[in-house]
């Protein structure tokens, strides 16, 4: 009993170990993507190092959480094996599919609180270190046909960094939510500078909107329905894409939103034969064609059967975050739906707020 009650806290450690690095590692193969003296090979050695760290100690996690009887393979899970044929004909599918099992052996042994906290204080000091940096004078910029030159605080995209500031407000709302004066304080702030300091990057200051209009209301019955926004989401989305060149409304709102729906219209029209359209493109769109919708860019890249599997589990979450009455991690999770229209967050294994609650519908249960 001693050997496995030291077991398993090893084993909670090394959780923590394990997401602190990926993290971290991730954040740092997009900063320093500038730095001349790192090659494209250099740089690709921060993605493997992550997936060392990941494949090295997934095996000895599943191991312990399983002989301790924490977990019984559970329905849904064949069905993200299943998936894994994708791999066959497309690698995306792997990632999709590895996301979710690994969130799962996560969610084993944290719980929502002590996730939240612990994402909370990776955010914090990820932020808290570019912009030290940044202020030493670790200044880099990029080109917008838009706006010119832009400050990227050392990342390899304008947006990244906001982003990393609006994942952050997600944790903190839920982490301080019985704090009301505090939140939206805080929003209001964030409303501000992502206003003043952000007004090249919208979709940071749309979602700060969003997040302190979803915190107002949370408690409110009208919630009750915010299942149905995940598949509403993506149906509205494929079909402006798909007609965005003869719709003249449409034509308006691609250019109020930079074109992100021409450049999902060129991704789908660019799929052929059975095999893509069920399991994506091989190779990330991303590289070639930037889809910052992510309901489109999740089709793309992984095809039509992970997409409706993703969106069905996102609806359960839903659904089973209101019936348990958690109204701040529900509000912040249709928060995060609203922004992935804009920002293709939704398969990021460390910046998706949602993908953590998601694994609570496949439904793992104690003995």
Not at 84 to 113: H, P
Not at 138 to 159: A, L, P, S, V, W
Not at 271 to 294: A, C, Q, R, V, W
């Amino acid at each position: 009993m001693k050997i496995m009650h030291k077991l398993q806290n090893s084993s909670n450690n090394i959780i923590y170990l394990i997401i602190f690095l990926t993290f971290f590692v991730r954040t740092m193969k997009d900063y320093f993507v500038h730095y001349a003296i790192f090659s494209q090979n250099s740089l690709s050695y921060f993605s493997d190092i992550s997936l060392i760290v990941f494949l090295s100690l997934f095996t000895f996690l599943i191991f312990c959480i399983i002989y301790q009887g924490k977990i019984n393979v559970p329905t849904y899970l064949y069905v993200i094996l299943f998936i894994l044929f994708g791999c066959l004909v497309n690698n995306n599918i792997l990632l999709f599919s590895f996301l979710f099992v690994f969130w799962s052996v996560i969610k084993t042994i944290i719980d929502d609180e002590k996730y939240i906290l612990f994402m909370l204080l990776n955010y914090s000091l990820i932020i808290i270190l570019t912009l030290i940096i940044y202020f030493l004078g670790n200044h880099f910029f990029q080109y917008d046909t838009r706006y010119g030159m832009i400050e990227t605080f050392g990342f390899d995209h304008k947006n990244r960094f906001p982003i990393f500031i609006f994942i952050f407000s997600l944790f903190f709302v839920v982490f301080f939510e019985k704090y009301k004066f505090l939140v939206v304080s805080y929003l209001i702030a964030l409303i501000i500078i992502s206003y003043t300091c952000f007004i090249t990057t919208r979709s940071i200051l749309l979602g700060a909107i969003l997040a302190l209009f979803f915190y107002i209301i949370k408690n409110m019955k009208l919630m009750k329905y915010s299942f149905v926004i995940p598949f509403s989401f993506f149906f509205i989305s494929l079909y402006i894409a798909l007609t965005v060149k003869s719709n003249p409304y449409f034509i308006l709102l691609d250019y109020a939103s930079a074109g992100r729906f021409y450049l999902a219209n060129l991704a789908l029209n660019d799929l052929s034969g059975l095999n893509e359209y069920l399991f994506g493109k091989t190779g990330f769109y991303e590289n070639d064609i930037p889809l910052d919708n992510g309901y489109l860019a999740m089709v793309a890249n992984c095809g039509i059967i992970p997409t409706i599997l993703y969106f069905y589990l996102l609806t359960k979450t839903i659904k089973k975050l209101y019936e348990e009455k958690k109204s701040t991690i529900l509000a912040m999770v249709i928060v995060m739906c609203f922004f992935s229209l804009f920002e293709n967050q939704l398969t990021r294994i460390m910046s998706n707020f949602v993908i953590f609650f998601m694994v609570q519908s496949l439904q793992f249960h104690k003995r």
